[in-house]
């Protein structure tokens, strides 16, 4: 059985987003009146619980897409942001520049830099065999999160190069001669990264790519036969490079090797740099990247108490990859090799390696016991200054420093010259939205099953009640509704989402100051009154859902388009005239929230961000409002003008980037339903639809 049938007898697994402009209707079926007797208590997971969940299923779905290959690989160019990537032929040239030349008996070791693109460097060291005959196989090796990379590794290269191998080890950005950054999210606070889709695992892939095209114009080497190999964050590369290039015939990964349920459930993200994953976009585990890889000749290596890849995790990949290749044919070009101790290479590990690349690459059958181990004498090693390329330092034009921010161009502003444009602008963004940001929307989302829990009054003159809605599978909100027993009802509605960590009667205050005959409701997104978790833990809860495919902004987005649905169904609201208000980071999500819906009578912000690309706090805490892929669709203030004809209200600071969609309400001719006021209580509703 080839690839392509193999994945059409998986079962489909999908995720989307609300479909398209809801239209709902102001006589919806109003909650059922059921006694409190009859009611069944009903408990939330926690966020954990959650996030742990949905991990699991995204390991459990693996391999079940049944989409051709080319869109896969496409897809999986996409999360590393590579998706522009230029095929061999068409891509920047590598001017390559050899710094120096040691000479040993065996080999010889050429210190070089290239260009993976124009002015970002590569620092390489490369090992050619000394008497090779024709053209040998060679071996890309990937460095480490060792402070000294192609230092700590050089046994490896030097090894390959003893048994006959061009061997180029290439350095990190992060870790390199030249110190650029990995650890954004990690260390950083740059959680805006996942607003851009970026990941240093494409930057270290396309270094990779670009490596292989290097080894490629070498004459020594025999660019039919190439192969990668690395540990620890090499090791995750190595999955990358195999995946993303099929150049590679022969790899290894060692210590590189998880399920997303594993790094999620055991916390073992804690401890893994930004470069360990992609962004999850189609919400895919490691296996589904070995699918690219199969049916070529693959070996999984790992110590089995590692600390931060769990051997069941493991096992639990190579079990399904394995299946796959015996669907291929290709049992033998798939194996795993364990062992006892921590995260580190072992001989034993080592040589199998070796082995596994002669008989892949050379064609031959040599036993690990007699391929001979690496050197572990480090007076018989090279020393840094030996190695190093740059010996009088970084050159002053490198881009290594400043990659991660070369690699992404924010989307400018929409040129709408009139309503028809906007239309067609819309439509673009909320469908490349609706897959790119917003694809772990529940498919077939629960019924909302919308439950007046109590009856209450406040002071004389007002009345209400809490209510319940199911906003997903495991989480069950709460909103509270106030209205003046004077106003008509059903009455328009104005729907303010609850910040995390403020005081418990805020929102009602805040809603308050919206001065118009209507019924005031707070709502209660995820992780605010009683779904909030610490804020110690946001950090963790940061990564861990976006290695999931979600962010804790977007996880809010679809809090408040259900809260939307179920105001919708209150007897007491008039479900054609709901607004929605948010402060701070909030706006984020009422403003997307604004868009999918496509119903909101008003939308009230109080001091928005002024853009999703900006950087947070380094230890999570602080507003969360990263969605991810976001910034290369759109950003807030662009969301606020595809609101239009919708009333927008902005109180507060409002930031100039909100310039264009005023600009824009004023040429499409409605300029009165863009304000700017001091305080939302300044604000008086210009009609009553």
């Not at 969940?53 to 051709?68: C, K, N, V």
């Not at 962004?279 to 070996?299: E, H, K, Q």
Request: hydrophobic share 40%; aromatic share 8%.
């Amino acid at each position: 059985m080839n690839r392509r049938n193999f994945f059409k007898t998986g079962a489909a697994a999908g995720a989307g987003l609300l479909s398209g402009r809801v239209t709902l209707s102001a006589n919806s079926e109003p909650p059922p009146a059921s006694p409190p007797a009859a009611r069944k208590p009903q408990f939330n997971l926690t966020i954990r619980d959650y996030l742990s969940r949905e991990a699991r299923r995204i390991s459990d779905r693996a391999l079940t897409d049944t989409t051709d290959i080319a869109t896969r690989r496409r897809h999986y160019m996409e999360m590393m942001g590579l998706q522009n990537l230029p095929p061999i032929g068409q891509r920047p040239p590598l001017n390559p520049k050899v710094t120096g030349i040691v000479e040993r008996p065996a080999y010889r070791i050429e210190k070089l830099y290239y260009e993976s693109l124009p002015k970002f460097y590569v620092t390489s060291n490369l090992y050619v065999p000394r008497d090779i005959k024709g053209r040998a196989p060679g071996v890309l090796y990937v460095c480490g999160h060792s402070d000294t990379q192609k230092v700590n590794y050089q046994a490896q290269a030097k090894r390959f190069a003893e048994l006959g191998f061009v061997c180029l080890i290439v350095e990190t950005v992060q870790l390199g001669e030249v110190r650029g950054y990995h650890h954004g999210c990690y260390r950083e606070g740059w959680w805006h990264w996942y607003s851009r889709g970026y990941t240093p695992a494409g930057i270290e892939l396309l270094n990779g790519i670009r490596g292989l095209d290097l080894l490629c114009e070498r004459s020594e080497v025999d660019g039919t036969k190439l192969g990668v190999t690395g540990t620890s964050g090499g090791g995750a590369a190595t999955w990358w490079i195999a995946a993303g290039d099929e150049r590679i015939q022969c790899a290894a990964s060692s210590c590189g090797t998880s399920t997303v349920a594993s790094y999620v459930h055991d916390r073992t993200i804690d401890g893994h740099c930004d470069c360990m994953w992609f962004i999850n976009t189609y919400r895919w585990d490691l296996t589904d990247v070995g699918a690219l890889i199969a049916p070529r000749a693959f070996m999984i290596s790992s110590a089995n108490r590692d600390a931060i890849f769990t051997i069941a995790s493991i096992n639990e990949v190579h079990d399904r990859l394995k299946r796959l290749y015996r669907k291929l044919g290709a049992a033998d070009k798939l194996a795993l090799t364990t062992y006892p101790g921590p995260h580190a290479y072992s001989e034993y590990s080592r040589t199998r390696i070796f082995s596994w690349f002669i008989k892949h690459l050379m064609g031959r059958d040599v036993p690990p016991e007699k391929v001979g181990d690496l050197e572990l004498d480090k007076s018989k090693l090279e020393t840094a200054d030996t190695l190093r390329v740059f010996a009088g330092g970084p050159l002053k034009e490198d881009r290594t420093l400043t990659i991660h921010e070369d690699f992404f161009t924010t989307p400018k502003p929409p040129a709408i010259a009139d309503a028809t444009a906007l239309e067609k602008e819309r439509g673009r963004v909320i469908a490349a939205l609706r897959e790119k940001t917003f694809g772990a929307f529940p498919a077939k989302p629960p019924p909302l099953d919308v439950q007046v829990e109590f009856e209450l009054k406040s002071g004389p003159t007002s009345s209400g009640h809490r209510f319940a809605f199911t906003s997903e599978e495991g989480w069950r909100l709460h909103g509270r509704l106030m209205i003046a027993d004077e106003v008509k009802q059903p009455a328009p509605a104005v729907v303010a989402l609850r910040l995390p960590g403020e005081e418990r009667n805020a929102t009602d205050a805040f809603a308050a100051k919206v001065r118009a005959p209507w019924a005031k409701i707070a709502i209660e997104p995820r992780g605010t009154s009683d779904t909030a978790w610490g804020d110690e833990l946001n950090w963790h809860l940061r990564r861990a859902s976006a290695w999931t495919g979600r962010t804790l902004a977007s996880m809010r987005v679809w809090d408040a388009l259900r809260a939307l649905q179920a105001v919708r169904k209150l007897p007491q609201v008039d479900g054609r005239q709901v607004s929605l208000a948010a402060r701070g980071e909030m706006c984020a999500v009422a403003l997307y929230a604004a868009l999918l819906d496509g119903n909101v009578r008003t939308l009230f912000l109080e001091s928005p961000p002024a853009t999703q690309n900006a950087r947070g706090e380094k230890d999570g805490r602080g507003p969360a409002i990263e969605m991810l892929n976001c910034l290369r669709i759109t950003d807030l203030a662009q969301v606020a003008g595809l609101l239009f004809p919708a009333e927008i209200v902005i109180a507060g600071v409002c930031p100039l980037t909100y310039a264009w969609a005023e600009e824009l309400y004023r040429k499409l001719g409605a300029p009165g339903k863009f304000h700017r006021v001091a305080n939302l209580s300044a604000w008086q509703p210009t009609r009553i639809l």
